[in-house]
T-cell receptor, first 116, second 115 residues
Framework: AQSVAQPEDQVNVAEGNPLTVKCTYS??????LFWYVQYPNRGLQFLLK??????LVKGSYGFEAEFNKSQTSFHLKKPSALVSDSALYFC??????????????FGKGTTLSVSS | ETGVTQTPRHLVMGMTNKKSLKCEQH?????MYWYKQSAKKPLELMFV???????ENNSVPSRFSPECPNSSHLFLHLHTLQPEDSALYLC??????????????FGPGTRLTVL
């Protein structure tokens, strides 16, 4: 069965420091992986996705994610964190093509807190 | 975020009330989704529609009744809800269900409280 795991409920970093939000996945076949961010009282905003190609994917707001097939990971990264990056981050995997519906399976989310 | 709108943003209802949530997408997409987001739990897929046809009901209780009159609009009709149904209900859309690389775009959600 498809699944994603976000092992950390919360990540705390100081502004200006690099940040990493972890995600591991379990899929049959090729993984299609996504990162979304949710600010308080808002819906989810798309950050980036991995479909195929380069293992380093660049997305919105300076975020990037590294796909590692051997470690089945898709960690979200940013070289220099901003206080405004504080939010809830979700990793997601798309169900395999052919299944009824191609909706996303989400991790439980990781709260990122960036201190000034 | 304005590509997918949801109304109302907040809703408080009693267990005997009937209400409806509305979602509208302005992206020209053909697939629409309802998700439920409860505190401390992962997002749960509820329903999937493609070209107005329901393709998935993820074992959702019948007190939740979806309706998709066209590819741009999606409703969630609510009746005789329970307090545990209190959650953030999110609508999303994507180009269609065939394109496996399609990104889903989410609305801001409706915060539902059942008293």
């Amino acid at each position: 069965a498809q699944s994603v795991a976000q092992p950390e409920d919360q990540v705390n970093v100081a502004e200006g420091n690099p940040l990493t939000v972890k995600c591991t996945y379990s899929v049959s076949g090729n993984p299609y992986l996504f990162w979304y961010v949710q600010y308080p009282n808002r819906g989810l905003q798309f950050l980036l996705k991995y479909i195929t190609g380069d293992n380093l994917v660049k997305g919105s707001y300076g975020f990037e994610a590294e796909f590692n097939k051997s470690q089945t990971s898709f960690h979200l990264k940013k070289p220099s964190a901003l206080v405004s990056d504080s939010a809830l981050y979700f990793c997601a995997v798309r169900r395999p093509y052919g299944q009824a519906g191609t909706a996303l399976i989400f991790g439980k989310g990781t709260t990122l807190s960036v201190s000034s | 975020e304005t590509g997918v709108t949801q109304t109302p943003r907040h809703l408080v209802m009693g267990m005997t009330n009937k209400k409806s949530l509305k979602c509208e997408q302005h992206l020209g997409h053909n697939a629409m989704y309802w998700y439920k987001q409860s505190a401390k739990k992962p997002l749960e897929l509820m329903f999937v529609y493609n070209f107005k046809e329901q393709t998935e009901n993820n074992s959702v209780p019948s007190r939740f009744s979806p309706e998709c009159p066209n590819s741009s609009h999606l409703f969630l009709h609510l009746h005789t809800l329970q307090p545990e149904d209190s959650a953030l209900y999110l609508c999303a859309s994507s180009q269609d269900l065939v394109g496996s690389t399609d990104t889903q775009y989410f609305g801001p959600g409706t915060r539902l409280t059942v008293l």
